[in-house]
């Protein structure tokens, strides 16, 4: 059972324009969200997170937004470039009470930027 | 440099052999993760340990075991049992077990395949 869903396995834009990346999730639980970026044969690296307390969470170039009652939210890059090619994975977790730090990945969406 | 360092890059497994993936932390992180990357499918737990001497199973360990007896390392052993052990191998580590923002760093990754 995916719990974590990335249904848009590639995405390509051109350079200088909006690149959205969604993620839908189906367990309610969930209240801590964070994109992932990776490139081609090394580990993944941090991009931006949000709690489940606010709608929006912006980092430069890159914001999130966050719709619970949809249990879905998106990556927005703006501008794009082309070194921001790379896979982007979605993630979730849920305090509890073993808060175990575990998070759990949607399947990736691999965005191309061409120049 | 803080970091997280997996070794070695590629590693090759004979029908029947156990190997050893290595993870070393020198980020005095408290919680680390094995994670396993397989085209299309995103990052799958296998093993999590919070705290030195102890670690518990994730979603896929069947076919794999960790120890964990210094706060910096947590190796990952692939045993003959795992049928199909041919993935993409991320150890990660956090903070503490404990704490609020549930970031993750990422190791560089190692490339297990079959021969």
């Known amino acids: 059972d995916q719990q974590v869903k990335q249904n848009s396995p590639s995405l390509s834009v051109q350079e200088g324009r909006i690149s959205i990346l969604n993620c839908d999730y189906t367990?309610?639980?969930?209240?801590?969200f964070l994109w992932y970026k990776k490139y081609p044969a090394e580990g993944p690296t941090f991009l931006i997170s949000?709690?489940?307390?606010?709608d929006k969470n912006e980092d430069g170039r890159f914001t999130v937004f966050l719709n619970k009652s949809a249990k879905h939210l998106s990556l927005h890059i703006v501008p794009s470039q082309p070194g921001d090619s790379a896979v982007y994975f979605c993630?979730?977790?849920?305090?509890?009470?073993?808060?175990?730090?575990?998070?759990?990945f949607g399947q990736g969406t691999t965005l191309q930027v061409k120049p | 440099d803080g970091g997280i360092t997996q070794s070695p890059k590629y590693l090759f497994r004979k029908e029947g052999q156990n190997v050893t993936l290595s993870c070393e932390q020198n980020l005095n992180h408290d919680a680390m993760y094995w994670y396993r990357q397989d085209p299309g499918q995103g990052l799958r737990l296998i093993y999590y340990?919070?705290?030195?001497?102890?670690?518990q199973k994730g979603d896929i360990a069947e076919g794999y075991s960790v120890s964990r007896e210094k706060k910096e390392s947590f190796p990952l052993t692939v045993t003959s049992a795992q049928k199909n052990p041919t993935a993409f191998y991320l150890c990660?580590?956090?903070?503490?077990?404990?704490?609020?923002?549930?970031?993750?760093?990422f190791g560089s990754g190692t490339q297990l395949s079959v021969l």
């Open positions: 993630a979730a977790s849920s305090h509890g009470s073993s808060n175990t730090g575990k998070l759990i």
């Open positions: 367990n309610s639980m969930f209240d801590y």
């Open positions: 949000i709690s489940s307390i606010k």
């Open positions: 990660a580590s956090r903070d503490s077990p404990l704490a609020t923002n549930e970031k993750l760093f």
């Open positions: 340990s919070q705290i030195v001497n102890d670690f």
